[in-house]
């Protein structure tokens, strides 16, 4: 028996002509889309404007794929942590994080990571593969399902587990989904894709015409200390990442977002911010410094508070905007670099 046509996993086009193969008109396609990502529909049953026959041939052919949030926890700070149990078993986190007036869910595009940066606690758990788009936009979908009335996420960053570029199809055509006004419609302004450094998959990014944020894990100013922290890094030097950049379209009033973990008596240094601020000329950048969120065995340190406000200091004489980032959630897990839970299924 052939695999059901799974209607999560198709962008609207593909719905479309999947339509059209059962002699359906754009018009059914418009209404089912409208079903599962305004509505949030799990089932054809529950479609009571598509006729009845539309919908048992549906039920055969097709299906509507969903996983089950089988953990949810709420930190302190109302930072939220999702566990997902995909369909083979697989485990992936995505977060919710309010502030201020913002909701940003951060979602995973890989369960595990093979990029082994030395400070993340994701690195460790390993590879176990790559997810597919429908599983990518399902944990927004997901997460969305648990607000309350009033509630609604404002933003989307790629910035959970895995590495959306080392997944780029399905990064892509999530995005894709997520941002097609016949879809999920979100504006792409609000969602970012956050990248190791991945110069090729910037390239292709650029051309994609999605008009989404990026955002760079820098986390070093030169590359013998990059290619210590970032394995990566040895086969894509600073140098060509920025150039990556610099070329990368940024919208109007955007600017590329660089992160950048600070790491005690790594990348602290009053030098590593004199010369990240060499490195940055030209590029229409904000940074992001995240003060390490310890892990046991992990190696590293936080650096004391008057080492990171220096830091931040003397960016900002320099006139780059530099923001702190206390990452949130961290008593349940959900800061940056420490996603990792599992549960026995
Ligand atoms: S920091 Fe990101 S790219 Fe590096 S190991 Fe962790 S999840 Fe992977």
Redesign the pocket.
Same mark, same amino acid.
């Given at each position: 028996m052939p695999h059901p046509f799974c209607v999560m996993d198709a962008t609207s086009d593909e719905l479309r002509a999947f339509l059209a193969g059962l002699g359906e008109s754009g018009y059914r396609a418009r209404q089912l889309l409208g079903w599962l990502y305004a509505r949030g529909a799990r089932r054809f049953a529950e479609m009571t404007d598509l006729p009845r026959a539309l919908r048992e041939r549906l039920e055969a052919e097709a299906a509507i794929d969903w996983f089950p949030v089988a953990r949810h926890q709420v930190a302190a700070d109302g930072t939220e942590k999702f566990l997902f149990v995909l369909e083979d078993g697989v485990q992936v986190e995505g977060v919710l994080i309010p502030d201020g007036g913002r909701l940003t869910a951060c979602i995973s595009t890989q369960a595990g990571?093979p990029?082994? *940066?030395a400070f *993340?606690l994701? @690195?460790i758990l390993g590879f176990q593969r790559n997810l597919r788009a429908w599983e990518i936009v399902g944990q927004v979908l997901a997460a969305r399902a648990t607000l309350g009335s009033g509630e609604r996420i404002t933003h989307i960053v790629y910035m959970g587990? @895995?590495?959306p570029l080392a997944n780029y199809a399905a990064t892509v055509k999530s995005l894709r989904i997520l941002t097609d006004p016949r879809a999920f419609g979100f504006s792409p302004r609000r969602i970012t894709v956050s990248t190791?450094g991945l110069v090729g998959g910037i390239e292709r990014l650029a051309k994609e015409d999605l008009k989404v944020n990026l955002a760079i894990?820098l986390h070093a100013t030169s590359n013998e200390i990059r290619d210590r922290i970032?394995p990566v890094n040895k086969g894509f030097a600073i140098e060509e990442l920025l150039e990556a950049c610099r070329r990368f379209p940024v919208a109007f009033r955007q600017r590329i977002t660089f992160e950048y973990v600070l790491l005690e008596g790594v990348n602290d240094a009053p030098e590593d911010a004199r010369r990240l601020v060499r490195l940055l000329k030209g590029i229409r950048a904000k940074i992001n410094l995240i003060p390490f969120n310890d892990w046991e065995g992990s190696g590293f340190q936080r650096p004391a508070l008057h080492r990171i406000v220096g830091f931040q200091d003397l960016l900002l004489e320099h006139g780059i905007r530099a923001t702190v980032r206390w990452s949130k959630g961290e008593d349940i897990g959900a800061a940056c @670099?420490q996603l990792k839970e599992t549960v026995e299924v």
């Open positions: 990571c990029l082994d *940066c *993340c994701t @690195g587990m @895995g590495e190791v894990s970032m @670099g």
